[in-house]
């Protein structure tokens, strides 16, 4: 399968309500509710109220001088104006790729999928030729430590960890030690999840973040948000939080293929000005993709089945 057709799938509940409806409402030609009927079909994917009026108008804007015999033509336009809501800086370790090691710090509030993420991009990267490190900086539960361990195992990558209750700070800073020291590309430090109200957990978390910038200087350093794409206009505010205590350079978006809401990704990412990085659109390993904006917004608004190549 292409990254297209992987998109495609993950996106699979997406597309039944957006994609599917996108191609009905243009099929029955522009009827008296046509753009009230555009306006319910991209809010209730989540794109949010801008992103769809902005879309509307351009869309109107684009249909004075437009040829509108080609009947896919106002389709493709959609299309192209959502990849170009996506901010387009690369992430770091292709800007630099030769500067070892990548350090990525992974945060967000709980269950989003930090812990899952980490073993999914430990193995996109191995499966890249790059040796990876991974630190277990959730101290707070035995069974967080155990559960990136498990990835370790089943990936034969090393895991630094401490005992329960170890400062997360320690587990951080002798990850990226471990790195240096080993000569290994990649480090991914999975944290504790945190609620953006507890003023001392994302205390702690910018300490982490200190403890590690401190000793990297220069070298790429991502601190990654990873969000929960099902729970929609909550994570909305997620991103903000954590931006007061430490400077994110991207985001991470989880278990869309649980979800027919997945225009949150536009949302977030055009009201933040922050870069998707990668997509969760499973449990397993291989269910992390690339993120590309001109795939995704293909994919976004694609019916269901089938998907074919590109
Ligand atoms: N369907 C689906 N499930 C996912 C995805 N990513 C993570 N999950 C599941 O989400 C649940 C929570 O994942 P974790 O990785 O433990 O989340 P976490 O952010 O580390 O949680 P805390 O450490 O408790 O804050 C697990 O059951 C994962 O398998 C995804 O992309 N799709
Ligand atoms: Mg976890």
């Known amino acids: 399968m292409s990254l297209f057709q992987k998109i495609g799938e993950g996106l699979r509940k997406t597309r039944d309500r957006l994609g599917s409806g996108l191609a009905s409402l243009f099929q029955k030609g522009r009827t008296p509710t046509f753009y009230a009927d555009l306006e319910d079909l991209l809010l209730s994917s989540d794109v949010g109220p801008a992103q769809s009026s902005l879309l509307i108008a351009d869309l109107k804007e684009w249909e004075k001088t437009a040829d509108l015999s080609d009947q896919s033509a106002p389709l493709l336009f959609l299309e192209e104006r959502i990849a170009s809501f996506f901010p387009l800086d ?60 498990l990835w ?24 990226v030690k471990a790195a240096i020291a080993r000569k290994i590309d990649v480090a991914i430090i999975d944290t504790a999840g945190r609620l953006q109200t507890k003023h ?26 990873v969000l929960d794409a099902t729970l929609g206009q909550n994570t909305m505010s997620q991103i903000e ?29 055009r009201k933040n000005r922050l870069p998707v990085r990668f997509i969760g659109v499973g449990e397993q390993k291989e269910d992390l993709l690339e993120f590309d904006p001109v795939l995704f917004a293909k994919a976004l608004i694609r019916p269901n089945p089938p998907i074919g190549e590109e």
């Open 200 to 225: 001392n957990l994302m205390a702690e978390l910018g300490k982490v973040y200190g403890l590690i910038k401190r000793e990297l200087g220069d070298s790429p350093f991502e601190s990654l948000i």
């Open 241 to 269: 939080h954590f931006q007061k205590v430490i400077p994110l350079t991207g985001m991470i978006l989880t278990k869309l293929d649980g979800t027919s809401k997945g225009g949150i990704a536009v949302n977030l990412a």
């Open 90 to 149: 690369p992430p770091k370790w292709t800007e630099q790729p030769d500067q070892t090691p990548i350090i990525l710090l992974m945060v967000g509030v709980n269950g989003v999928g930090k812990t899952t993420t980490s073993g999914k991009l430990a193995y996109y990267f191995k499966n890249r030729g790059k040796t990876v490190i991974l630190g277990a900086a959730d101290t707070f539960r035995a069974a967080a430590v155990q559960q990136l361990r």
């Open 152 to 175: 370790g195992e089943k990936l034969d990558i090393p895991v630094v960890h401490q005992k329960e209750g170890a400062d997360p700070g320690a587990v951080a800073f002798d990850t």
